[in-house]
């Protein structure tokens, strides 16, 4: 069975710093990996998606992601963090139905 | 992507009682999805709907508690029944859009916020 874990329920960084979001895959099969972002009170939004054409996959608003088979992983970045990237993230496999991660509430300080 | 619109956005009813969310998507869809996200939670997938047969329901839920209707390719509903405070929670619709190299995409809508008293 197909699964994503985050690490970390909650991640706070200054406002301009590197903001790393970590996201790890259980799969038998070549996956499809997804981050999404929540903003209060909103439905989601598709941040980026890996579908095998590159490990390196730059999504919206300057985020981007890179899949590393030999790690499992699919960890979020953006190098500077603004004000308005707070916001819940959330990692997710697709095996026939999209899995979601527990999700990673992003703050950002001022 | 697809348009969603989903009625009611937050809603505040009583236990016992029904609610039923509706779901109006821009564009012709084939498979749409219904999720719950409780309080402080992630996203659960209750069902699948498609147009023309019976929803797919995941395990833990059931038709009893949350049917759901789909009578044509751009609307959906999903009831809530007999309600309790632990159904106080998001209910989202999602429809599966056709993405690049065989990555389908979930859109999704802004949800609906049921609050049971």
């Known amino acids: 069975a197909q699964s994503v874990t985050q690490l970390g329920s909650h991640v706070s960084v200054s406002e301009g710093a590197l903001v790393l979001l970590r996201c790890n895959y259980s799969s038998s099969v070549p996956p499809y990996l997804f981050w999404y972002v929540q903003y209060p009170n909103q439905g989601l939004q598709l941040l980026l998606k890996?579908?095998?054409?590159?490990?390196l996959v730059k999504g919206i608003n300057g985020f981007e992601a890179e899949f590393k088979k030999s790690e499992t992983s699919f960890h979020l970045t953006k190098p500077s963090a603004h004000m308005s990237d707070a916001a819940e993230y959330f990692c997710?496999?697709?095996?026939?139905?999209?899995?979601f991660g527990q999700g990673t509430e992003l703050s950002v300080k001022p | 992507s697809a348009v969603i619109s989903q009625k009611p956005s937050r809603d505040i009813c009583q236990r016992g009682t029904s609610l039923t969310i509706q779901c109006q998507v821009d564009?012709?869809?084939?498979?749409m999805f219904w999720y719950r996200q409780q309080p402080g939670q992630s996203l659960t997938l209750i069902a699948t709907a498609n147009q023309g047969s019976e929803a797919t329901y995941e395990s833990g839920f059931v038709i009893d508690k949350f049917p759901i209707s789909r009578p044509n390719l751009t609307f959906s509903t999903l009831t809530v029944s007999n309600l309790s405070p632990e159904d106080s929670s998001i209910y989202l619709c999602?429809?599966?859009?056709?993405?690049?190299?065989?990555?389908?995409?979930?859109?999704f809508g802004a949800g609906s916020r049921l609050t049971v008293l």
């Open positions: 564009s012709q869809v084939t498979m």
């Open positions: 999602s429809v599966e859009e056709d993405g690049t190299a065989g990555a389908n995409v979930l859109t």
């Open positions: 997710a496999v697709m095996g026939g139905k999209l899995i």
């Open positions: 890996y579908t095998s054409a590159a490990t």
